[in-house]
């Protein structure tokens, strides 16, 4: 089945810096990337996606690019702000299977 | 348009008894998939269901399983509860074909 490793599991940056969020993935069947957005005791939620036949997508500050040779993705903040503190989680998913998630990154954004 | 409904909210349980959480996804979503979350852990993939049928599921013991009815709301279970099985699950609801999964606001399990 499919694997995602998430790096780093932690990320400290200043507030006003870009943060970036890799994550690997193992399955080429794999088609569709989501990243989540989880807050302290809230549920996560979807900040941004991106599907194998697209490189780049772009929301405000934050982006998402993807490499289907290499399999993997990562998750771009900019102008980071304290509201971008929580726990981020990549996942893959392809064909029928579930959605696969990596272990999070919690990214502290200091003052 | 409700979102994804999970009952009950927490829950305590004693080692070795067992455990039903229940999940009723969005309207017209078909797909219901369970996660596990705990610190160490992350978000742990456990099943999901399709249209009634499982359709994937995760690397977890035979003491967890689910089910789907036909209005699309899925029950998972759990039965000898070990400590271990203490952690915040979730479930989330998809349309079809891949779009967003949206998560409910889980049930925080303690096993005692």
């Known amino acids: 089945g499919e694997n995602v490793e998430q790096h780093p599991s932690t990320l400290s940056v200043q507030e006003g810096d870009s943060a970036v969020i890799k994550c690997t993935y193992s399955?080429?069947?794999?088609?569709?990337f989501p990243w989540y957005k989880q807050e302290l005791g809230k549920r996560p939620q979807l900040i941004i996606d991106?599907?194998?036949?697209?490189g780049e997508k772009k929301d405000q500050r934050i982006a998402v690019t993807l490499n289907k040779t290499a399999k993997h993705f990562s998750l771009h903040i900019t102008e980071t702000q304290p509201e971008d503190s929580a726990v981020y989680f990549c996942?893959?998913?392809?064909?029928?299977?579930?959605?696969?998630f990596g272990k999070g990154t919690h990214l502290i954004i200091q003052p | 348009k409700a979102g994804v409904t999970q009952t009950p909210r927490y829950l305590i349980k004693t080692r070795g008894q067992q455990v039903t959480l229940s999940c009723s996804p969005i309207?017209?979503?078909?797909?219901v998939s369970w996660y596990q979350q705990t610190p160490g852990q992350g978000l742990q993939f456990l099943f999901e269901?399709?249209?009634?049928?499982?359709?994937n599921k995760g690397n977890f013991p035979g003491r967890f399983s689910g089910r789907q009815f036909s209005n699309s709301r899925s029950e998972m279970n759990v039965s000898t509860l070990e400590l271990g099985d203490s952690a915040l699950y979730l479930c989330a609801s998809l349309g079809d074909p891949i779009t967003e999964a949206f998560f409910g606001q889980g049930t925080r399990l303690t096993v005692v």
């Open positions: 399955d080429s069947a794999s088609n569709y």
């Open positions: 269901y399709f249209s009634e049928t499982q359709r």
């Open positions: 991106i599907r194998s036949n697209v």
């Open positions: 309207s017209g979503h078909r797909s």
């Open positions: 996942a893959a998913k392809g064909g029928a299977d579930g959605l696969t």
